[in-house]
């Protein structure tokens, strides 16, 4: 007998970063902010809370290895390589849908804000997207993020 796991089971576990792209709503090309190999983790805990973190993989070292002691060029490339938040996730069952509510954000425009997310689990990949267009790099662009969940250690 096949047990069906809800979609909040599905999700409980920690998710590595198979690629982020950014779709411009205009037709113009496909972008990745993070580069095309993307470094990146995002869990999701049993009792309802979720983190995401995304680098750009050719991050540089602070000259000053002080992160308190950072050059403006230096704290630049810092917030514009990486993206972090966490906070309370929600998942419709009925309708199959999931958001995230950022507790805390680097970006802290989104601080405060829940946002919805297109969700789709197929085998050990988890297709995440921006529901409606966002804007980023000055472009507005859908937001298309692919994760293949991590064995247990």
């Known amino acids: ?10 999700l409980i576990g920690a998710w590595k970063l198979v690629s982020y792209v950014e779709n411009p709503v205009d037709g113009s090309a496909p972008f990745y902010p993070m580069s095309e190999k993307p470094m990146g983790i995002i869990m999701y805990t049993p009792d309802g ?6 680098m750009h993989p050719e991050r540089k070292n602070f000259a000053s290895g002080d992160w308190f002691n950072g050059t403006d060029a230096e704290y630049k490339q810092e917030a514009s390589t ?21 507790f805390i954000s680097l970006f802290p425009n989104w601080t405060g804000q829940t946002q919805p997310r297109v969700v789709k689990i197929e085998g050990d990949l988890l297709h995440l997207g921006t529901a409606s267009p966002i804007v980023s790099g000055g472009r507005t662009v859908n937001s298309a993020l692919t994760w293949r969940r991590v064995a247990a250690q």
């Open 1 to 10: 007998m096949s047990i069906t796991k809800t979609l909040k089971e599905q």
């Open 49 to 54: 809370f979720m983190s995401a973190q995304l």
């Open 82 to 102: 990486y993206i972090a938040y966490t906070g309370p996730f929600h998942v419709d069952e009925e309708k199959q849908t999931l958001t995230h509510s950022m």
